[in-house]
Nanobody, 121 residues
Framework: QVQLVESGGGLVQAGGSLRLSCAASIRTFSGYTMAWFRQAPGKEREFVAAIRWSGGNPYYADSVKGRFTISSDNAKNTQYLQMNSLKPEDTAVYYC??????????????WGQGTQVTVSS
């Protein structure tokens, strides 16, 4: 059974930083793309960032480019989302996912339970 467990969410003031973690229950997602999505109240789930588990260039949504950084630590079976210069519009539940890759949520077969990020103005 594949499980992804997010952590690191919380409440932060605008301009602050948070680091989200996503721990995978299996030793390797080699061949998968790992991604972060987010969903704000009343809105659809949207792509944030992705990176292949085996490495390679990450890609980002325009709304977070230059502020967020996605990375993976294969030895720990964990991926991270470093979020800097946070804005109130970044407030959402953040989900990690594993799958074939791309910006569509339908490209991802495995999902975590989500972690809340709230940015106060």
């Amino acid at each position: 059974q594949v499980q992804l467990v997010e952590s690191g969410g919380g409440l932060v003031q605008a301009g602050g930083s948070l680091r989200l973690s996503c721990a995978a229950s299996i030793r390797t997602f080699s061949g998968y793309t790992m991604a972060w999505f987010r969903q704000a109240p009343g809105k659809e789930r949207e792509f944030v960032a992705a990176i292949r588990w085996s490495g390679g260039n990450p890609y980002y949504a325009d709304s977070v480019k230059g502020r967020f950084t996605i990375s993976s630590d294969n030895a720990k079976n964990t991926q991270y989302l470093q979020m800097n210069s946070l804005k109130p519009e970044d407030t959402a539940v953040y989900y990690c996912a594993a799958g074939a890759g791309g910006p569509s949520l339908y490209d991802y077969a495995y999902w975590g339970q989500g972690t809340q990020v709230t940015v106060s103005s």
